[in-house]
């Protein structure tokens, strides 16, 4: 799959999560295979103030070879300063957050709600693409649950010059419930010439074979899935993954945010994580009380290091 000239090693790409795509997590994805990966969304504003929160998730290793950095705000000469500035020079391609269903950011017109202004939403592709790179937009197939204007919203996009998109199958009213509308990504698909890239409940690797072949998508993009489970990509790609359990990947998922980051936050981090990595196993339960328990990072590493739970493989499908 290739972005405006960029071409990724795969066409299956690791979502941004806030508060779980961390440099960590994004290292573990991009060698399992995943062809590119975004940070978390970040505030343009935050980029412009210089808030030390904000550069905290714009970490990157060499594993990622393709990086977008994802942006929100809803003021375009703001969102195009953002894009200009020194901290995301070394991001290859730049996304813009037109999905958050989230109510504060909503109510700021931001995230989905650019969905209700085309015209705005439009304006800020054009001034964020004056950084000179790549610029894609996720977004969701419609803000009100029976109002699906994806396809008329994926065209104005894509003149506004977008490189690519990306399209949860859910509307801003659904959330996270109900099941993504692989059809209608299917129609937005079929409505656009620049690449599109499925999202919405993949979490195996029949799943990706499935949407894929359900939407014609380029690409295909996965959340929810890689937490805990950064394996995915593996069994997707056929890239060798370096990591055979669970623990194993704990502990190089703690090595790599270590790098960057203090040990409470690591170690605070780390306990949202190991939720995933334990979920559904015999023991888990258990696991994630000790986790959530450890007063340090040293009592985190020797928690996971001690217990059984984690020398389970990653699922085979
Ligand atoms: C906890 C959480 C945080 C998320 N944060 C972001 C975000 O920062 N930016 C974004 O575009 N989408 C965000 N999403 C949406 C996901 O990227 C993705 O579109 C959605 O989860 C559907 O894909 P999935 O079924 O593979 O999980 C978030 C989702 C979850 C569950």
């Known amino acids: 799959m290739r972005i405006d000239g960029i071409e990724l090693k795969s066409d299956v790409v690791f979502a941004p999560i806030a508060g779980y795509s ?7 994805c991009a060698r399992a295979g995943a062809g590119l990966t975004y940070t978390e969304m970040v ?8 808030n030390e929160h904000t550069e905290d998730l714009l970490h990157t290793t060499a594993d990622e070879e393709i990086t977008a950095v994802q942006i929100f705000g809803s003021e375009p000469e703001i969102m195009a300063k953002a894009a200009e500035s020194g901290e995301l020079e070394k991001f290859d391609i730049i996304d813009i957050n037109m999905g958050c269903p989230v109510r504060k950011i909503v109510s700021n017109g931001e995230g989905s709600a650019l969905l209700k202004d085309p015209a705005l939403a439009a304006r800020i592709v054009g001034e964020v693409r004056r950084a000179g790179k790549p610029v894609t937009v996720k977004f969701r197939i419609g803000f009100e649950k029976n109002s699906r204007t ?32 692989w059809d209608y990504i299917a129609e937005v698909v079929r409505a656009v010439q620049i690449p599109v890239i499925a999202n919405g409940d ?50 190089e998922h703690i090595r790599v945010l270590s790098g960057f980051h203090s040990e409470v936050y690591v170690c605070n981090n780390m306990k949202k994580h190991i939720a995933y990595y334990c979920k559904g196993l015999r023991g888990g339960k258990q696991l994630k009380l000790d986790a959530f328990a450890a007063k340090s990072l040293k009592d985190l590493i020797d928690t996971v290091s001690g217990s059984e739970v984690l020398d389970a493989p990653f699922a085979e499908n």
């Open 22 to 28: 961390d440099v960590g997590l994004r290292s573990l």
């Open 150 to 181: 994806g396809v008329d919203f994926a065209r104005i996009m894509q003149d506004a010059g977008a490189a690519a998109i990306t399209v949860h199958g859910r509307t801003r009213e659904q959330f996270y419930e109900g099941k993504a509308d």
């Open 43 to 50: 505030s343009a504003k935050g980029l412009m103030y210089g």
């Open 202 to 251: 993949v979490f195996t690797a029949t799943d990706y074979r499935e949407i894929k072949e359900h939407t014609g998508a380029a690409g295909v993009m996965i959340a929810r899935g890689a937490l805990g489970d950064p394996h995915i990509f593996s069994r997707i790609t056929g890239t060798p993954f370096p990591f055979w359990t669970r623990k194993e990947t704990v502990l």
